[in-house]
């Protein structure tokens, strides 16, 4: 990602120059007052910044987290990110829409910016791009969201560097894993947050010489790779939130049993988990964190660790209180 620059636009005064996440100089509009954020790490950050009430629309994925933000109930549905309902977007009329650096493809903007809405490509997947991507955002929406972000950023470095020294003094080694995606046999490479956020809980990918973010490299490959942990990647669906705890132990149950996988060091050890995609991005990275951390050096990180982050996270940044 280019270096953070704002800058005036000489052609309109009510444009900013920044660069997005795929290292391209955008225009967009500053202290924008309707925006439509297709990503839950943007809306979150967006809500941590006290800018919820700019928030013009949602996509139906991040209407299902009314648990981490209540008041996204309200707010109209747009459909699905990567396929938005295009005319419902333009209805609701934002000044700056928000989306991943790949999805929608590139039409999105050929499509909005004629009609005066400007795209923000703004990732926010890749830990080491985290807190660059959060201050351009918070400058974007004004001083008062720079504020919030500080707070929040000098938050999240603290804990991040306090494992990281943490883990260097303990002199354990490293972990080898192989990441799987919903589909038995696809691996994530090292293109991926999740493979970045894995590797500063002290991992080492077996699949990390593969510069995609999956690659279907088939089951005999992963057998014969015999990580010591092997993590499966659960998606948020349609379901109630309620029923994921049971899903994800449904997931970890049928990994754990596959034939012919019995002498892989994961199996034998039972070290194969289930792992949110939400909290290997954006603002509960560091969940994310501690809590692979956890199953890696159990003896470095307890249990609760991750579950009093993620408390402090609600109640701190998102004014939701966490019942015991």
């Not at 120059?17 to 309707?34: E, I, Q, T, W």
């Not at 974007?140 to 260097?168: C, M, R, V």
């Not at 809590?291 to 050096?297: C, E, K, P």
Request: net charge negative.
């Amino acid at each position: 990602m280019a270096s953070l620059c704002l800058k005036a636009n000489n052609e309109e005064d009510s444009l900013i120059v920044v660069p997005d996440s795929m290292g391209r100089l955008v225009s967009v509009p500053k202290n924008p007052r309707r925006i439509l954020p297709f990503t839950l790490a943007a809306t979150e950050l967006i809500r941590l910044m006290d800018g919820m009430d700019r928030i013009v629309g949602t996509t139906t994925t991040i209407k299902q987290r009314a648990d981490l933000m209540p008041d996204i109930i309200n707010i109209p549905d747009i459909g699905r990110g990567f396929t938005p309902n295009l005319e419902e977007l333009v209805r609701l009329s934002p000044d700056l829409v928000i989306t991943w650096c790949d999805y929608p493809g590139p039409e999105l903007e050929r499509q909005l910016e004629p009609l005066g809405i400007k795209v923000l490509r703004l990732d926010l997947m890749k830990p080491q791009y985290f807190y660059q991507e959060t201050r351009l955002l918070a400058k974007i929406l004004g001083p008062k969201a720079s504020e919030k972000a500080e707070i929040f950023l000098n938050w999240y470095y603290s804990l991040d560097t306090e494992y990281q020294e943490l883990l260097h003094k303990s002199g354990q080694g490293r972990k080898t894993f192989l990441i799987e995606q919903a589909q038995m046999g696809t691996v994530i490479g090292n293109t991926s947050g999740i493979h970045d956020t894995i590797v500063l809980a002290g991992g080492d990918n077996l699949a990390s010489n593969i510069p995609k973010t999956y690659a279907d490299v088939g089951t005999e490959w992963m057998i014969r790779a015999n990580p010591q942990f092997l993590l499966k990647i659960f998606r948020n669906s349609n379901e109630p939130r309620s029923e994921i705890p049971r899903r994800m132990e449904e997931m970890q149950n049928s990994v754990l049993s596959r034939k012919g996988w019995e002498d892989m060091q994961a199996i034998l050890n039972k070290n194969v988990y289930v792992l949110d995609a939400d909290l290997c991005q954006g603002p509960r990275n560091i969940v994310g964190i501690y809590t692979i951390a956890h199953w890696f050096y159990p003896d470095l990180v307890s249990t609760e660790k991750a579950t009093i982050i993620m408390s402090n996270y609600l109640e701190k940044f998102q004014n939701i209180s966490v019942v015991p």
